[in-house]
Each structure stands twice: as structure tokens, then as C-alpha cells.
């Protein structure tokens, strides 16, 4: 397992918040399971409704875990995400 303190910086979409559909298909083209703990809540980030369950926001800091094969890409591949 791989864990990693993330930063959200992302351009917002129009409704002033990131992506979380575009998040969702970032974290879905890995194999490994990746989980998002941001302050009480630890969500698949690859469920589009958990991912809407939590108001991620610009500046939030936010624990991403990945498990699997293909781990060591996810984690980056969602780090590029979060800062594009």
C-alpha cells in the first residue's frame, strides 16, 4: 500500500468546484484500489457518488491511499490530477 498527503490545486469547473467526474475517471483507469481520507471520511475514489458525498475543495489537504499492482502509478497519476 502507498499513501500520500495531497493538496487539491486543480482549476474548478463552472459550478466553482474540481472536477469530481473527471477525478473519478482518473482514479478508475488503474487497477489498484485508491481511497481519498479527507477529515472524518475515507472515500473510494473511484464511486462517483462517494466522491460526490464530500465537498473537496480548492486548498483542501487530503490523504490519498492507493493498493494494488499497479500502485506506484495511481498515486502519481492522481498527484498530476490534483495538480493540474
Known amino acids: 500500500m502507498t499513501t500520500k498527503?495531497?493538496?487539491?490545486?486543480?482549476?474548478e469547473g463552472p459550478d466553482s468546484k474540481p472536477p469530481i467526474a473527471m477525478f473519478v475517471q482518473v482514479a478508475s483507469q488503474y487497477e489498484s484500489k485508491i481511497y481519498l481520507e479527507l477529515e472524518d471520511k475515507k472515500i473510494n475514489a473511484k464511486s462517483i457518488m462517494g466522491m460526490m458525498s464530500i465537498a473537496l475543495t480548492q486548498?483542501?489537504?487530503?490523504?490519498?491511499?492507493?493498493?494494488?499492482?499497479?500502485?506506484a502509478e495511481a498515486i502519481e497519476g492522481i498527484a498530476d490530477f490534483l495538480q493540474a
Not at 498527503?5 to 486543480?10: C, G, H, L, S
Not at 492507493?66 to 500502485?71: A, H, I, L, R
Open 5 to 11: 498527503k495531497m493538496v487539491v490545486n486543480i482549476k
Open 59 to 71: 486548498g483542501d489537504e487530503l490523504l490519498v491511499s492507493c493498493d494494488g499492482v499497479d500502485e
